[in-house]
């Protein structure tokens, strides 16, 4: 292998590129929008799993149509909300509004998860599908925006990481 060890290696030995370069790392710490970020995410995943709930008791009981079909239409209007949001924090943390190198697979599922959401709505508002199928439509949605979440829970791990790691180097440590 030789000398090809970097500042960016892990503590398993691979290599990857740090998640955020210095400059980035500063713009995003000094952002609103990072803080908007991180309130509109952990709601969304709340409103989710309430109306998880809500279309999951009407898929077996029948019960709540209407409940679990409000709670799908917020769940994908907070949806729309924290992705203009999100958009607007990578501009102004990379310089581009979606699909930034350190964001780009999180940002490409991210249309997947807006295009089921965007058909669930679609299918509500013209009866394309039966009530239960506009059911199904918002669980594979669901499906999608777990995918996705965890996606992006996986990146800020990475980011933390990368921060502990830079954390040790600057105090003089070593990261094994």
């Known amino acids: 292998m030789g000398s090809q060890g970097t500042a960016s290696s892990t503590a398993q030995g691979s290599l990857r590129r740090p998640l955020y370069t210095p400059a980035e790392r500063a713009r995003r710490d000094a952002s609103g929008w990072t803080v908007v970020q991180g309130v509109l995410a952990p709601v969304q ?4 799993l309430v109306s998880l709930g809500l279309v999951l008791r009407f898929l077996f009981n029948g019960e709540g149509q209407a409940a679990a079909t409000l709670s799908v239409v917020i769940k994908t209007l907070l949806l729309y909300t924290i992705m203009v949001t999100g958009s607007i924090w990578e501009k102004v943390v990379f310089g581009r509004y979606l699909f930034a190198p350190a964001f780009y697979w999180e940002d490409m599922f991210s249309m997947l998860v807006l295009a089921l959401h965007s058909a669930y709505l679609l299918a509500l508002a013209t009866d394309a599908l039966t009530v239960r199928g506009q ?16 996606q992006f829970l996986l ?3 990475a980011a933390r990481l990368d921060q502990a790691r830079d954390d040790v180097a600057i105090g003089g440590g070593a990261v094994a």
Do not use: D, E, Q, S
């Open 155 to 157: 990146k800020l791990r």
């Open 135 to 150: 059911m199904l439509l918002a669980l594979a949605a669901y499906a999608a925006y777990v995918i996705n979440a965890t």
């Open 45 to 48: 995943f709340a409103v989710f």
